[in-house]
């Protein structure tokens, strides 16, 4: 489990300097129709013939890699951060005993 605080002090590449950034999950944005690919595969699923290209089934792994995206506060610079895999992802979750709130990665 993997806690995370919401606001973090760490390097802005904008301001040159430490800086208190707001942090949150990145998620994937909407799928776009208009895309290449996208075209190419409804032309080509269009009439009769059924399934025309390969459902992947086979999914082996059990964990996402997180990409975390930090926010400046001061210069609103945002960067995306990815960290290692994990089972569950906690923002600001309940700290551990021992622990001092910091996060290396």
Do not use: W
């Not at 994937?28 to 075209?39: A, E, F, I």
């Not at 409804?42 to 792994?61: H, R």
């Amino acid at each position: 489990m993997v806690n995370i605080p919401k606001m973090m002090k760490t390097y802005c590449p904008k301001a040159k300097k430490h800086t208190m950034h707001k942090v949150s999950q990145y998620k994937k944005g909407k799928d776009s129709l208009v895309v290449q690919g996208k075209r190419r595969y409804d032309a080509k699923q269009k009439g009769f013939g059924g399934q025309t290209k390969p459902i992947f089934k086979k999914k082996s792994k059990t964990t996402k890699k997180v990409t975390l995206k930090f926010e400046c506060t001061e210069t609103k610079f945002r960067r995306l951060i990815p960290i290692k895999r994990c089972k569950t992802f906690v923002l600001d979750g309940p700290k551990r005993k021992g622990m001092k709130g910091q996060v290396f990665f």
